[in-house]
């Protein structure tokens, strides 16, 4: 085999030729205890050889009634139990949820509790995008990538931890602002993070971008252009890798974004190499927020965290949406509330359950060994997709 | 060593109660259980309504041109239209919801189904809202929330023809509500297993959950669900 010049990517054979074994299918169980799925994701497959000719997810295996449980619960009493949903980015769904109890109460979130609260979800999307990283790579047999993404995402955790005490399941937010004042010195602290951080970026890209066993087992895999993506209704790097420069934080924008200057990094081949790519850059653009949030919180010092909120939150009855970028896509909190001071009901509507819809239609016509690659270019999380 | 501790002499018996103080003569009597009076009720402002809030009044959104224009390409379709926390909700007829999620999505570009689900209003008939909401990228971001009305036992159109991503989440709403969706095509559970009985959101299920023995013993138990309200095999978690 000649050696391919750096920057192109060895041809496949094309995927679809004449079946293998006839019309002789075989169904396979993939998973639930599977650990490239991520959780207890199980896929029935029919496969012929070994192309996949259908795949089904079966989810529920980790649900646990999480919006049953939201309806028992006081407006505050739900926080926690947002953050069991995507356990691994926690600040984002404190925040949708946050969001939309204060639109529905009208509540003005103060200036600086509003740049704390974007600097808690850009470090967590870092932390995610960064997990996602080791997770994909180490599917595909990198295991490398793992070390250096788990050394820079152990140090954002201990600065979670310094905040608020916890480290996955932050509890972080709270309706109307933040459950507590900065610890001195941690701004000092995330910044002597986040500047020398761009180097470790540089370092996850030296190991993946150029790596052609990284690009043979990615490029041209589980491609769904735009038009797909809209019709399944995927959001986050996933449609932006195919294309569509669409980011809710700049969409429909929420606290301080419209103030922050960030770009949003698309891809053009809708498949899984470029979501790698869009994700690194993600990576980078949360690291720019992060530093603009830093710089506006040292100029401009205060201790207001928290707006105007009554003791007894009764917010009025009627129906509110509110959404985030979540690591995953967009995350929305549907709030029907009737008066009371408990929700009547609350609906999620989660970025990964959304988004592993699309899967069969991704996973069509590749190789068992690709399936994999397919799972992780998702970026599912379990317990936000069976909640 | 006994567990009794020596009386110091240090330590003086209970101390007397405090001496009431003497009640002034004009003063009205304390309330019993009461240590003081209450103090007078301060003249205080009323209380001012948080800045932006919405008040429970709903403008009337029907006269906006996206809504007037679908009430003309679908008559009878809108029933309500009105604005509430800057988010306009259209009521649709059911038996106009296909047409009018066809009409959303290609005339006025709404591509993206956002979220679909259901609510239930146990008291109230028809008993079920569902709610979709739309997004649209080519009128400015616009986004527009459809709600239909369904009684129990009735069955709400799919809109898996017009967005397929309808698919799974019209298919969470069966399994929490029991709402039915005609012509969807494969309308299964979805987070709870086949065989499981009851609708988990519905406001009359109990918290606690029940006890289905359907998964596990499938020999054990008709199939279609789990031990009926009589059967003493049934166990209420709590």
């Keep these: ?387 | 060593m006994t567990d009794e501790k020596p009386t110091s002499p240090e330590i003086p018996s209970p101390a007397p109660a405090r001496p009431a103080p003497a009640p002034p003569a004009a003063a009205p009597k304390p309330a019993a259980g009461r240590l003081l009076p209450r103090p007078p009720p301060r003249s205080r402002p009323p209380l001012q309504p948080l800045r932006s809030r919405p008040g429970r009044n709903r403008p009337d959104a029907s006269g906006r041109p996206l809504i007037a224009s679908l009430a003309a390409a679908v008559p009878g379709a809108v029933l309500e239209a009105y604005e509430f926390v800057g988010e306009t909700t259209v009521k649709i007829a059911p038996e106009h919801l296909v047409e009018a999620c066809r009409y959303l999505k290609d005339k006025e570009g709404f591509t993206y189904l956002v979220d679909e689900t259901a609510v239930d209003w146990k008291d109230r008939q028809p008993r079920f809202d569902v709610l979709l909401l739309l997004h649209s990228f080519s009128r400015g971001q616009e986004r527009l929330r459809l709600k239909v009305a369904v009684a129990e036992g009735e069955a709400c159109p799919t809109v898996t023809g017009v967005w397929e991503t309808a698919n799974w989440m019209e298919r969470e709403a069966f399994d929490m509500y029991g709402v039915r969706f005609d012509g969807h095509p494969d309308l299964r559970r979805i987070l709870t297993w086949d065989g499981f009985q009851g609708h988990p959101l519905r406001k009359d299920f109990p918290i606690e959950g029940i006890d289905t023995g359907a998964a596990i013993y499938p020999d054990r138990y008709p199939e279609g669900g789990g031990p009926g309200p009589k059967d003493t095999n049934r166990k209420v978690l709590s």
């Design chain 1, 1 to 387: 085999m000649s050696e391919p010049t750096p920057g192109t990517v060895a041809q496949f054979p094309p995927l679809a030729g004449p079946p293998l074994l006839g019309l002789h299918e075989m169904e396979l169980n993939f998973g639930p205890q599977h650990p490239s799925t991520h959780g207890v994701l199980r896929l029935v497959l029919k496969v012929d050889g070994e192309r996949i000719v259908s795949a089904r997810p079966d989810i529920g295996y980790l649900h646990r009634g999480t919006e049953k449980l939201f309806e028992t619960e006081t407006f505050p009493m739900v926080i926690p139990h947002t953050d069991r949903m995507d356990y691994v980015a926690a600040a984002t769904n404190n925040h949708a949820y946050c969001l939309v109890v204060e639109k529905l109460l009208g509540v003005e979130v103060p200036k600086r509790a509003q740049y704390i609260r974007v600097l808690l979800d850009e470090m967590q999307r870092i932390s995610s995008h960064v997990l996602w990283l080791a997770t994909a790579a180490i599917d595909l047999g990198a295991i490398t990538p793992f070390f250096y993404t788990f050394r820079d995402r152990e140090v954002i955790l201990d600065l979670f931890e310094e905040y608020c005490g916890a480290r996955l399941t932050l509890n972080c937010m709270r309706i109307g602002g933040l459950p507590v004042d900065l610890t001195p010195g941690w701004l000092e602290k995330v910044r002597a993070f986040t500047e020398p951080f761009e180097k470790c970026i540089d370092e996850y890209e030296d190991l993946l971008t150029e790596n052609r066993i990284w690009k043979e087992r990615t490029v041209g895999i589980a491609v769904l252009d735009e038009k797909r993506c809209i019709e399944w209704g995927v959001t986050g790097p996933v449609l932006r890798a195919a294309g569509k420069a669409w980011d809710v934080r700049r969409a429909l924008p929420y606290e301080c974004y419209p103030e922050l200057e960030f770009d949003i990094p698309v891809g053009k081949n809708a498949d899984t190499y470029d979501r790698y790519l869009v994700r690194v850059a993600e990576i980078r653009q949360s690291r720019r927020i992060v530093l603009q949030c830093l710089d506006w919180l040292e100029k401009n010092p205060g201790t207001e965290i928290r707006g105007k909120v009554p003791r007894v939150i009764k917010p009025p009855a009627g129906e509110a949406y509110a959404s985030v970028e979540a690591p995953k896509g967009e995350l929305g909190f549907h709030l029907v509330a009737s008066g009371g001071n408990k929700p009547y009901r609350l609906h999620v509507r989660p970025p990964s359950f959304i988004n592993l819809q699309a899967l069969p239609e991704m996973a069509q016509g590749h190789l068992v060994g690709d399936l994999v690659a397919v799972i992780g270019t998702i970026d599912i999380v379990l317990g936000e997709v069976d909640r």
